[in-house]
């Protein structure tokens, strides 16, 4: 009963808030590429407390308001990273591959641009290269998400009253912006832009505007490399546009819940889902230190058809998943060099070096790489019994969730373009 009035009490807040009331000063905007419901609900189980009888809400719990659709605007029904992400940023569905254009190729105006024009400043955070789908639907148009050097160019060329789009970008992509034919750190360095390009010196990074690119691609996963790189990443953008001062728009993706699902591999998920959620945290605790700001976060689509249990079975083991420390590219990577596989397969995974498994991964082995990966991937999902229906994206909803001045405008079923049309709406009102 009492969740029921609590909830019952933020639908009345939705309908009878005060017209009046102030637009938030700043917005934070966080998309988990490919993070469906599954995924929130599994990284439940994941930092669950075993010592308790409870399991514990996580801080997608604490935010919950809703859930939106995903569709693109063409028949698939399943979207993509791009049309998802020209949805979130332009209040308009396109075609699969559309970078902030129209079904007719023509360009959108988005949110980032609109803030841009309001003299707010800008930033961009993404564990993925910078000019990947999602972001680059905040900063670039293009035809296709495929034209990456195209795209790093709009980073730069796309001016907004004369200004650069972006303030403050920081995530990968090196390969794209220094090239052959374009040096485009040299240039943003030349419009006074401070520049980082490594990670370990990120608070090197002392004002705005700054460019950090930290991987020639995206950045290393969480799982075998810096395991809160994003976390890290929106604490310093956080702080800088703190002492900024100016009202501002940042865009945080955590790029890779996405990679992890299409490659099935349910640890990746979960150490990436792990980064975004105190990623989360950071951005919920600057909320309560600046109640003019209001975070939503929502998911462009979900990846890989994820189920908690498989096989017929009522189970799922997070331990097993907890007990796997790399991913499985890594792990077959470390069974490929060695010829003592037993002692690298107990060391990556806790799991018992059964001669079953034994059987399948010098098979595997024997075949190659790509196979060895497949194979460490099905012993790690059948030992927790973790589902996977598909290596690319599926149509059901996603999560939404909402903190601080204005959240209560996010509660419910909704488009995916009505979550960017209420936040333009804030953007236009200051």
Same mark, same amino acid.
């Given at each position: ?261 299409? $490659?099935?591999? /349910? !640890? ?5 889902? #792990? &980064?975004? +959620? ?6 919920? *605790? ?41 991913? $499985?590219?890594? /792990? !077959? ?5 060695? #010829? &003592?596989? +037993? ?6 995974? *806790? ?44 149509? /059901? ?9 204005? +959240? ?23």
């Amino acid at each position: 009963m009492k969740r029921t009035l609590t909830f019952a009490s933020m639908i009345c807040a939705s309908f009878f808030a005060n017209a009046e009331q102030a637009a938030p000063k700043n917005i934070i905007y966080m998309i988990g590429d490919g993070m469906g419901p599954a995924y929130t609900s599994a990284y439940r189980y994941y930092v669950d407390d075993k010592n308790t009888k409870v399991v514990e809400p996580t801080v997608f719990d604490s935010i919950l308001v809703g859930m939106a659709h995903t569709y693109p605007d063409d028949d698939t029904i399943v979207t993509d990273s791009a049309a998802g992400a020209t949805a979130l940023s332009t209040a308009t569905k396109s075609y699969n591959g559309a970078i902030a254009v129209d079904t007719h190729k023509h360009d959108l105006k988005t949110m980032l641009e609109i803030a841009k024009e309001r003299k707010m400043t800008t930033a961009l955070v993404a564990t993925s290269q910078i000019n990947h789908a999602t972001p680059a639907s905040f900063a670039a148009h293009n035809e296709s998400r495929r034209n990456y050097d195209d795209i790093a160019n709009d980073f730069f060329d796309n001016k907004i009253n004369g200004a650069l789009p972006v303030d403050l970008m920081l995530g990968g992509g090196t390969q794209y912006f220094i090239r052959e034919d374009r040096n485009l750190v040299n240039e943003f360095i030349a419009q006074g832009y401070q520049y980082s390009d490594n990670l370990s010196q990120l608070g090197q990074l002392q004002q705005i505007p700054a460019l950090g690119l930290y991987a020639a691609k995206g950045l290393p996963f969480a799982l075998d490399g810096e395991s809160k790189r994003l976390t890290k990443m929106t604490d310093k953008a956080l702080s800088l546009l703190a002492a900024n001062e100016n009202p501002f728009f940042v865009m945080i993706e955590g790029s890779q819940i996405d990679w992890c699902g299409h $490659a099935n591999d /349910i !640890a990746c998920a979960m150490a990436e889902m #792990d &980064d975004f +959620a105190h990623a989360i945290d950071k951005a919920k *605790a600057y909320v309560d230190a600046h109640p003019d700001t209001l975070l939503v976060i929502t998911a462009d689509h979900s990846t890989g058809g994820l189920t908690i249990g498989a096989n017929g079975q009522y189970l799922w083991h997070a331990d097993v998943v907890k007990g796997v420390t790399a991913t $499985a590219g890594v /792990i !077959a990577e470390r069974l490929l060099a060695s #010829d &003592d596989m +037993a002692t690298v397969w107990q060391q990556t995974t *806790a799991l018992e070096f059964t001669e079953a498994r034994k059987v399948l991964l010098t098979q595997a082995k024997n075949v190659g790489e790509d196979a060895l990966v497949m194979t460490v991937k099905k012993l790690i999902n059948e030992a927790s019994f973790t589902g996977w229906t598909t290596s690319g994206h599926t149509a /059901i909803d996603v999560p939404v969730f909402a903190y601080g001045n204005g +959240a209560e405008q996010f509660i419910g079923s909704q488009n995916n373009t009505d979550i960017a049309q209420k936040l333009i709406n804030f953007i236009n009102n200051k």
